[in-house]
T-cell receptor, first 111, second 114 residues
Framework: QKEVEQNSGPLSVPEGAIASLNCTYS??????FFWYRQYSGKSPELIMF????GDKEDGRFTAQLNKASQYVSLLIRDSQPSDSATYLC???????????FGKGTLLTVNP | NAGVMQNPRHLVRRRGQEARLRCSPM?????VYWYRQLPEEGLKFMVY????????ESGMPKERFSAEFPKEGPSILRIQQVVRGDSAAYFC????????????FGQGTRLTVV
């Protein structure tokens, strides 16, 4: 079982729609959860982090964490073409502090 | 307020040469991660270090690769006797001393082995 799993996509949504990105993780003791955005040819950029169960909102972004289901999601409201990128889910494990990434989901927002 | 600095941004090496990649963490950060990324693929964990200590090197190939983070100076990822398969983007990220905190990435070093 992979440590962090994401649908590779591509996920295509029209401009103005809500994009929903999902991630599951295998280490039940994981403490911290992150979403990074990576444009083609660029380095990953941190956009959200969440440590507690529930929702965390920041502008158009909402991160959701459900530790019982070992599930993290990212919602992007009012999606813009500039949101088109690969979104990487990352988790810090419970037994060590290794930051492990999923393979990423490619999001395309169509004008 | 400089971010994570990696150099060089681009590095070309002939097969058999050595590659040295440098990473200076953000101010106040004492932990560094190194990742490798092949085109169209995800970030593959290589090593996690704090100053003068390797915390987790489970992702490092057993041969030719080494990493260090000395008390003074940048973290270094060293690849000896490079082969074409080492061509990739290498990213480092730094984080503060506290566990379970956010990590921020440098711009990466694109290594090309010819």
């Amino acid at each position: 079982q992979k440590e962090v799993e994401q649908n590779s996509g591509p996920l295509s949504v029209p401009e103005g729609a809500i994009a929903s990105l999902n991630c599951t993780y295998s280490d039940r003791g994981s403490q911290s959860f992150f979403w990074y955005r990576q444009y083609s040819g660029k380095s990953p950029e941190l956009i959200m982090f969440i440590y507690s169960n529930g929702d965390k909102e920041d502008g158009r972004f909402t991160a959701q964490l459900n530790k019982a289901s070992q599930y993290v999601s990212l919602l992007i409201r009012d999606s813009q073409p500039s949101d088109s990128a690969t979104y990487l889910c990352a988790v810090i494990g419970g037994s060590n502090y290794k930051l492990t990434f999923g393979k990423g989901t490619l999001l395309t927002v169509n004008p | 307020n400089a971010g994570v600095m990696q150099n060089p941004r681009h590095l070309v090496r002939r097969r058999g040469q050595e590659a040295r990649l440098r990473c200076s963490p953000m101010k106040g950060h004492s932990h560094v991660y190194w990742y490798r990324q092949l085109p169209e693929e995800g970030l593959k964990f290589m090593v996690y270090l704090q100053k003068e200590n390797i915390i987790d090197e489970s992702g490092m190939p057993k041969e030719r690769f080494s990493a260090e983070f000395p008390k003074e100076g940048p973290s270094i990822l060293r690849i000896q006797q490079v082969v074409r398969g080492d061509s990739a983007a290498y990213f480092c990220a730094s984080s503060p001393p506290a566990p379970n905190t956010e990590a921020f990435f440098g711009q990466g070093t694109r290594l090309t082995v010819v």
